[in-house]
């Protein structure tokens, strides 16, 4: 697992997400200088430029055409029919052929686009397009030069719509085209020309004032242009802001889904190691524990050597510590590796903790430690696995075995919980375990200070087995100490596992307390790690195998 951790290291180490940051900050930086003096020369911005263009022409392909029928209608007022025709004409053809080359830059990959070459193609073609709106501001001049007074109504009609219309054009140009100032430029500036010359050759100070003013809009239209113009290159930049970002998110993603399928395919392979180690060692040392316990007892004839018979009896007890530790080890792995299946049928938490106390009782009584038993009466069956059962109250009471000094005492209580469950409780006299180290202890071979102070064997694994065992069963674990105290551990069976449950009424009324008269408080479905209070006539509750 190790070698598996560290080629997942050294895959994060040898992607190159750093130098690419650096790679798209310094891009960035470099764009906002170029934002500063006004140019952009980088193609992957220009053609972003461009294509939104494109985009713009081609989102609204009959705006100009219908606006340019409009005036043509108009025309038909102050100008012949001939000029107003060809003016029309003229206008629908250019139109349409920047509508199809804008199609035709869509269509093509950004990879085979020429982005200065294109951008040149529709400068020209916008610019053959300004000179033909600009036509407008000159048709029917011939026939108002050629008898109409400047101030009669049809004259001055016809000066302020091709006034208006400048106003219109500056106005649409200036939405489609403001991506690129130069294709606006070279769309508009024809049309203001000539719609401000036709009005200053009129003489008359009032359309001298209407082409100033002419001039003047579209000084401003050019400078509103170029704020559109900023904003379009800064939503350009967030986006390629955005998609670095997207980017990095991207690969940051698949390098931590392939690190997390590298740890889980090394757990499972651990796992899998372990059941099968652990299978093949505990059948020779069957055979050892088995041939060491026939020559402890002599049962082929005498040693004849006491010093040989003492060498059997090591040879039996390191057998069977070791077959305890394989054993613990085994169950662990097969419950990482999903492959613990249960085996429920109807038990009683009472009959279990009866057998398993008698199982340690040889043990503590070697230690001088009192065992008391507090059983709430008439307590119903539940659907368990009896061994996975067993297995959580003999850990329990042999971590507390194993830590509570001589002359201590040892509480077993079995009883309900308020929501019509039932709970397991181990608790000692012990010296507790330190509120820093609880984490510790309750991970897989983890041991607390006291553990390593006292040198006292196991692997750590009695408490993370217990908590994967009740797990199993829907229930929860809780653990709770004190230095100095005691500790406490508790499991909680839940309530739909409980066979023929009694009424809140019932179990109101049942003994539930570790001393006669001190009441327990109400379990609750979580882990807590934190300190209680703790009284002399009340000690605490088991701790596990790591402290």
Known sequence: MDDNVQSVEATAVDTPAPMQQTQSRNELKSFREKLTHGTVSKPEFEYELLT?????????PFAMPALCFIFYITSMFWASFTEATTWIAIVSISRVYMLDQCRRLLSIPRTEVNVKQWRRHFIRIELVNGFALAAFALIGMSIHGGGHHLTSPATFSSHVFIFATLMVVLAIRMTFASTLPALF???????????????????????????????????????????????????????????????????????????????????????????????????????????????????????????????????????????????????????????????????????IAEDCQRLVKIKADSKALMIVEDFAPDVSPVRADPRAIRQICLNLLSNALKFTPKGGRITLIVGHTQDGGQFLTVADTGPGIPKNEIPRVLQAFGQGSLAHQTAEGGTGLGLSIVQNLIHLHGGTFDLQSELRKGTEVTVTIPPQRVLNPQSPSQLSGQDRHREPGSARQPRQPRMRSSSSSFSSEAPLRVAGDAR
Not at 52 to 60: D, G, I, K, L, P
Request: glycine residues 6%.
């Open 185 to 351: 430029l070279a769309g508009t500036v024809p049309m203001t020309v000539a719609v401000a010359g036709r009005l200053f050759s009129l003489g008359d100070p009032f359309y001298f004032a209407l082409g100033s003013m002419a001039i003047g809009i579209h000084v401003f239209f050019v400078y509103l242009a170029r704020g559109l113009h900023s904003t379009a290159l800064a939503m350009v930049e967030y986006r390629a802001e955005k998609d670095g970002l997207i980017s990095e998110l991207e690969e940051a993603t698949a390098i931590s889904d392939e690190a997390r399928r590298r740890a889980e395919a090394a757990n499972k392979a651990k796992s899998r190691f372990l059941a099968t180690m652990s299978h093949e060692l505990r059948t020779p040392l069957n055979a050892i524990m088995g041939f060491s316990e026939v020559m402890e007892r002599e049962l082929l004839g005498p040693i004849g050597n006491d010093v040989y018979r003492d060498y059997a009896h090591n040879i039996y007890k390191s057998g069977d510590h070791l077959l305890s530790i394989i054993n613990e080890i085994l169950d662990l792995s097969r419950i990482e590796a999903g492959r613990y299946d249960l085996t429920e049928e109807s038990i009683r938490l009472t009959d």
């Open 52 to 60: 939104m263009f494109a985009r713009n022409e081609t989102s609204a």
